[in-house]
């Protein structure tokens, strides 16, 4: 199984830019997910990327957060500007179980996680 290394995450100021990396340790076809969880909620869906680089984002990321994988290194980032303070949660990095031409939002579709790093937005 796939194993996924995320970094990048850290304490920012509203306004601010992070950018998450996610290293894969082998080559995967599969979309890219991230998805977030904060305390007491659920885990949610934040942006994907196919192998072809078709993505999708969520209505409250759209516009200021951008997804980019590079293949050659099995990485995916997570570009994050003008973040606020509902933005803060634990943010992870998964694989989806299956290969597809556009990639899905699912959690339950995606088969292997990363550990998860933090993200704190002060206001």
């Known amino acids: 199984q796939v194993q996924l290394v995320e970094s990048g995450g850290g304490l920012v100021q509203a306004g601010g830019s992070l950018r998450l990396s996610c290293a894969a340790s082998?080559?995967?076809?599969?979309?890219f997910g991230w998805f977030r969880q904060a305390p007491g909620k659920e885990r949610e869906f934040v942006a994907a990327?196919?192998?072809?680089?078709?993505?999708a984002y969520a209505d409250s990321v759209k516009g200021r957060f951008t997804i980019s994988r590079d293949n050659a290194k099995n990485t995916v980032y997570l570009q994050m500007n003008s973040l606020k303070p509902e933005d803060t949660a634990a943010y992870y990095c998964?694989?989806?179980?299956?290969?597809?031409?556009?990639?899905?939002?699912?959690?339950?579709?995606?088969?292997?996680w990363g550990q998860g790093t933090q993200i704190s937005v002060s206001s």
């Open positions: 082998g080559r995967t076809f599969s979309s």
């Open positions: 998964a694989i989806d179980s299956q290969y597809s031409a556009y990639p899905g939002r699912e959690p339950a579709n995606f088969g292997s």
């Open positions: 990327i196919s192998w072809s680089r078709n993505t």
